[in-house]
């Protein structure tokens, strides 16, 4: 009975042992379960530490371009080290390799150019029985603005604008000189071959007259020479509205003096001619100069005539923006609204409309004539 007993509890003894596990090997165990994740334990930009928590909690890490020298520093912690592990590291997108380090090191990069970065890290036994999980680490270079999408487009909107713009000036330049070459072929046409054709038909005439009708070819002669001299009047001023040398305002006002003191001291007429205000600082184009001073040409040549005046007074008043002309004589004057438009006061309110701006001529009977012109300037 007692060997029975015995040989039960060995029985039982046996079975326990068989159903209780065996303990592994240490080379079969695998740690890789339970290491930690490797930590970023330093990030510093141009040696100078942020906040690693903060960074950690950041979708990526966010630089300008001109901070993109940077270092990392990182360990295992939670375990001791061991001369069996080791780390790598890359930073994907400028490292296409994993670099190894047998102990936490701090990993430096410089002048990294603008792009998307991912520091990649993990730690592995030699063997390479096991290894932690790959700590990430998103990392952003902002591009700089000047290299930027929108800069880009903005630049070549710009260019094309410039480019654009110069055509318009060159297209435009083209355009005046060929309005220029019209208006100067109207010009000739209308008033030199006008006067020509009565030049030609009165020298026919005086041609005929001259042997039969001495003073009838006389006469001729006096008008032919009037219609040259007119001629090479007109010739003059297309010539001078047209030299881009008269353009300044020194030339307009020289020229009307000069004009103004030939023909009316010719009359013995008194001249008083006054410039008032920064003359200097007007410009005016070729149409507004020709316009401009045959208004004034037309008004003196008037005067001389028919005014019958012993005075005449001529203001030039300038401004920034405006330039007023008045032209005064003490003459025998004229009824306005019932004078002859073949003194040319239809032709002076024609080329002033040109300017769209005010001209005015008053005048009565016995007390003198008055001529205003105001200009625009813009």
């Known amino acids: 009975m007692r060997y029975l007993l ?40 141009f040696n100078q530490s942020l906040q690693v928590d903060s960074l950690l909690k950041l979708r990526k890490i966010e ?12 360990t295992l912690t939670g375990m001791p080290q061991s001369d069996t592990l080791v780390y790598s590291y890359k930073l994907d997108g400028a490292e296409k390799d994993w670099m190894q380090t047998p102990k936490p090191i701090t990993v430096n990069y410089t002048l990294l150019p603008p792009g998307s970065y991912t ?40 260019f094309t604008s410039i480019i654009y713009y110069f055509h318009r000036q060159s297209v435009n330049r083209i ?33 005929n007259k001259l042997g039969e009708d001495p003073v009838k070819a006389s006469e001729f002669l006096s008008k032919i020479s009037d219609n040259s001299s007119r001629m090479m009047e007109a010739m003059d001023d297309i010539v001078w509205s047209i030299n881009p040398a008269n353009d300044s305002m020194d030339k307009i006002v020289a020229r009307m003096r000069g004009f103004a003191t030939e023909v009316l001291e010719a009359k013995d007429i008194d001249l008083s001619f006054t410039v008032t205000g920064d003359i200097h600082s007007i410009h005016l184009d070729m149409e507004q100069r020709r316009d401009f001073f045959l208004i004034y040409k037309e008004a003196i040549n008037n005067i001389a005539k028919y005014a019958h005046c012993k005075k005449v007074s001529i203001s030039l008043l300038s401004s920034p923006h405006m330039l007023a002309l008045t032209i005064e004589d003490n003459g025998v004057g004229f009824n306005v609204e019932s004078a002859d438009t073949g003194n040319g006061l239809s032709n002076m309110r024609k080329r002033a409309e ?8 008053q005048s009565q009977q016995g007390h003198g004539t008055t001529v205003r012109l105001q200009l625009t300037i813009t």
């Open 6 to 45: 015995l040989f039960i509890l060995l029985l039982i003894y046996g079975t326990v042992q068989a159903q209780s596990p065996v303990a592994p090997h240490k080379s079969t165990i695998n740690l890789g379960n339970t290491l930690p994740h490797v930590a970023i334990t330093d990030f510093k930009i």
């Open 63 to 74: 630089l300008t371009n001109d901070r993109n020298t940077f270092s990392i520093s990182f």
């Open 119 to 158: 520091f990649l890290v993990k730690a592995q036994n030699q063997n390479k029985t096991f290894s932690t999980a790959i700590t990430k680490l998103p990392i952003l270079i902002r591009i700089p603005f000047w290299l930027s999408w929108w800069f880009i487009l903005l630049c070549c909107l710009l």
């Open 175 to 207: 355009l005046a000189i060929e309005a220029i070459r019209q208006k100067v072929a109207r010009d000739l046409h209308d008033d030199m071959g006008s006067t020509l054709s009565t030049i030609n038909i009165l020298s026919m005439m005086a041609k």
């Open 354 to 361: 040109n300017f769209g701006d005010n001209f005015s001529i």
